[in-house]
């Protein structure tokens, strides 16, 4: 009996250990097979030893941790250097970070082509998000464009001369546009004398300015404030007060209708005296003014780079770039358009529009001669060099950029925007947006 009782107890002691032999042979058949030097290693190796190797191990990793964050800070740090270094460039007027080498030559077959005004297109403005775009023509309406579908958002129509009760509106050919830089508000100006202002979402009409004694042909908002500035054929520049709906000041220096207007942050702006042959820039503080000799016709269309660099084009087909400090042009671009006319009797095309992408070396300028040109700014403005050229048959009225330079838009006519001097029949009046797609980016070494 004890000897049964014993061969059971050895039996179940056996089973239990059956059972651990066979889970350590399970584990051992999932584990990775060790190499026999492993295994030598790991039997040599000490208990001290083990802990050295796994405090060396922690070390290493806190060691790479810590590179990694350095690294990160630095990146941020060099980040945030870069942006202040920019605001610093951009408040002095000095920024140009380089984009044009980068932009490429769209194919015809991706610009868009955004029919509704029944004549030339003569000013356009593109909202400051990117998102629309207010196109205004000789048939004295305002249309806003999505950029997106290319769908009308709303139409301001022609107002009809001497009908009372009637949704207000231009009655007259419209000359000028411009938006603030909250995209708040929009202001028109036109052949008869008048400043509408409408909020620019709605399209809803607040006032009405009136002062100027003829036509007004150049817009602009000061960045930042709600301060507006007007030109107009009597040859004066006036600052308004649009938030508070008020009249502000008028300053006087022109020797002819002033074609043009522009103005960024500081409290200045600049004008085209047309046929007096000056481009001027207007303290308004001071009420002083700075005046540019360089073009030797009519000069028409005007754009600030950045706040000490801006780019002009006159009839005579040339496109001046200029720095405050200096009173002639840093760079003179002559017959930037090509000629035209029978041999002999050849006449520059006239340039009819000019933009720029803000702070960066990319200018566009537009004529009549079927494209849009597209430059590169040389370092210090010093230079213009032609980069490629987009076809657009008709009058080039107004060019404006994307604020991020992603898209260019073209407003197209059968006529010059001043003038009815030249016809294109195949022309249409028209918006284009015009892609402007970037070169990718070249592989970095060793990625």
């Known amino acids: 009996m004890v000897d049964s009782a014993r061969d059971r107890g050895k039996s179940k002691g056996g089973g239990k250990m059956n059972e651990e032999i066979s889970s350590d042979s399970e584990s051992e058949s999932l584990a990775p097979r060790k190499t026999e030097e492993e295994e030598e290693e790991e039997l040599e190796e000490t208990a001290q030893e083990k802990k050295l190797r796994l405090a060396k191990l922690y070390l290493e990793q806190l060691r790479q941790q810590e590179e990694e964050k350095a690294e990160a800070r630095a990146f941020e740090e060099d980040q945030v250097a870069g942006r202040l270094k920019e605001d610093v460039l951009e408040q002095r007027g000095r920024l140009q970070k380089s984009v044009a080498k980068e932009i490429q030559a769209p194919a015809p077959t991706d610009i868009r082509v955004l029919r509704g005004h029944q004549l030339s297109i003569t000013c356009l403005v593109v909202t400051p998000d990117d998102l629309a775009i207010f196109s205004a023509a000789k048939d004295c309406t305002i249309i806003k464009w999505s950029v997106e579908s290319g769908r009308k958002l709303h139409v301001i129509p022609r107002a009809k001369k001497g009908t009372q009760g009637q949704p207000p509106g231009h009655s007259s050919h419209i000359l000028c546009m411009a938006i603030s830089s909250d995209g708040k508000y929009l202001a028109s100006g036109d052949r008869s004398k008048l400043i509408l202002i409408w909020e620019a979402q709605s399209c809803q009409h607040l006032y009405t300015f009136t002062g100027h004694r003829d036509a007004v042909s150049g817009l602009a908002f000061r960045r930042g404030t709600h301060q507006l500035y007007s030109t107009s054929h009597d040859r004066s520049v006036k600052v308004w007060n649009v938030a508070e709906n008020s009249y502000v000041e008028t300053l006087f220096g022109h020797q002819d209708a002033v074609a043009a207007l522009d103005a960024l942050s500081r409290e200045c702006c600049v004008t085209a005296g047309?046929?007096?042959?000056?481009?001027?820039?207007?303290?308004?503080?001071?009420?002083?003014?700075?005046?540019?000799?360089?073009?030797?016709?009519?000069?028409?269309?005007?754009?600030?780079?950045?706040?000490?660099?801006?780019?002009?084009?006159?009839?005579?087909?040339?496109?001046?770039?200029?720095?405050?400090?200096?009173?002639?042009?840093?760079?003179?671009?002559?017959?930037?358009?090509?000629?035209?006319?029978?041999?002999?009797?050849?006449?520059?095309?006239?340039?009819?529009?000019?933009?720029?992408?803000?702070?960066?070396?990319?200018?566009?300028?537009?004529?009549?001669?079927?494209?849009?040109?597209?430059?590169?700014?040389?370092?210090?403005?010093?230079?213009?060099?032609?980069?490629?050229?987009?076809?657009?048959?008709?009058?080039?009225?107004?060019?404006?950029?994307?604020?991020?330079?992603?898209?260019?838009?073209?407003?197209?006519?059968?006529?010059?925007?001043?003038?009815?001097?030249?016809?294109?029949?195949?022309?249409?009046?028209?918006?284009?947006?015009?892609?402007?797609?970037?070169?990718?980016?070249?592989?970095?070494?060793?990625?």
């Open 274 to 447: 047309g046929r007096d042959g000056t481009v001027r820039v207007w303290k308004i503080p001071e009420e002083s003014q700075l005046v540019f000799y360089g073009h030797q016709g009519s000069i028409d269309c005007i754009h600030l780079i950045n706040e000490e660099h801006m780019v002009s084009g006159a009839d005579d087909g040339s496109v001046a770039l200029w720095g405050l400090s200096k009173k002639r042009p840093l760079a003179l671009q002559r017959e930037a358009h090509g000629l035209h006319g029978e041999p002999g009797l050849e006449q520059p095309f006239w340039v009819s529009s000019v933009a720029a992408l803000l702070n960066t070396d990319l200018v566009a300028t537009g004529s009549h001669n079927a494209r849009v040109r597209l430059w590169q700014c040389g370092e210090g403005f010093r230079q213009l060099d032609p980069l490629f050229d987009i076809p657009l048959v008709g009058f080039i009225n107004s060019l404006k950029f994307s604020s991020a330079g992603d898209f260019l838009v073209a407003g197209v006519g059968q006529e010059h925007r001043l003038g009815r001097w030249w016809r294109i029949k195949e022309a249409r009046n028209s918006v284009c947006i015009i892609p402007l797609r970037r070169l990718p980016a070249p592989p970095v070494a060793g990625s």
